[in-house]
């Protein structure tokens, strides 16, 4: 990297999603400095990977604390233990429980402070398709406006980089394995136990991400649904399975405006 090399703030969970976006932002050649934010969830196993992931990759990373907040925002299941988490797939009337209070607007905010602060002209976030319906900070409009924001904001302007807003979590996951991302450097389940549950919302999503993929998850679940338990298709291995998807190598994907609420 030299002084020239462009920098961005990448808004980093350790969750799926924002794996690739880091991986996919580091490819644009960007100097990175990713952000993860310890607002109070339930558990540290993201953070934990998070860390460990930039640590081997050589990006500076930031942990950020902001539990100090935690009273404005601690009405969510994700946010507050004594709330049962909700099973089963994402739907509007289970998962609403799990939506953190206006969590992308401040997260965004602070990374937006952050990338003034270091002369980052952008920050990256991973926003996918998939979360419109259930998780208003993560649509189009809100990423558009708040872009509109961005810009005007601060003396300068910062935009923000959404690759995967138009893409389910399918297209998320084929990029990714194009790029030879190893997925066992990532966790998505929203308890923080030794196995990931594959009950919740989170868990379930993801595992059928892979099962469409006709690939196991390496990840460790300690139960699974059976039609997600994905067996590879004969003749098929993983990266031709993922090579033979359309429109997933590492198109245009680059330059298109975190999300799920995985960010
Ligand atoms: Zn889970």
Known sequence: MTSSTPRAVVIYSGGMDSYTVLHRARREGYELHALSFNYGQRHARELDIAKQ????????????????????????????????????????????????????????????????????????????????????????????????????????????????????????????????????????????EALACGECGSCRERLAAFARHGLSDPLGYSSQRPEAAASPQPGTDEKTAASQRPGTDAEAIADTNEGRQDV
Not at 103 to 123: P, T
Request: one cysteine or more.
């Open 53 to 192: 992931v930039c640590a081997e990759l050589g990006i500076a990373h930031q942990i950020v604390d902001i539990r100090a907040i935690h009273g404005l925002i601690d009405n969510s299941a994700l946010t507050d233990a004594s709330q049962a988490l909700p099973s089963g797939d994402y739907a509007a009337d289970n998962l609403s429980a799990t939506v953190v209070p206006n969590r992308n607007m401040i997260l965004l905010s602070l990374a937006i402070a952050q990338a003034v602060n270091i002369g980052a002209d952008r920050v990256f976030y991973g926003a996918h398709g998939g979360d419109h319906v259930l998780y208003p900070d993560c649509r189009p409009e809100f990423v558009e406006k708040m872009n509109d924001v961005a810009a005007i904001a601060n003396f300068s302007p910062v935009t923000i980089e959404a690759p995967y807003l138009h893409k389910g979590k399918d297209e998320i996951l084929a990029d990714g394995l194009a790029m030879g991302l190893d997925y066992a450097n990532t966790w998505t389940c929203y308890l923080g």
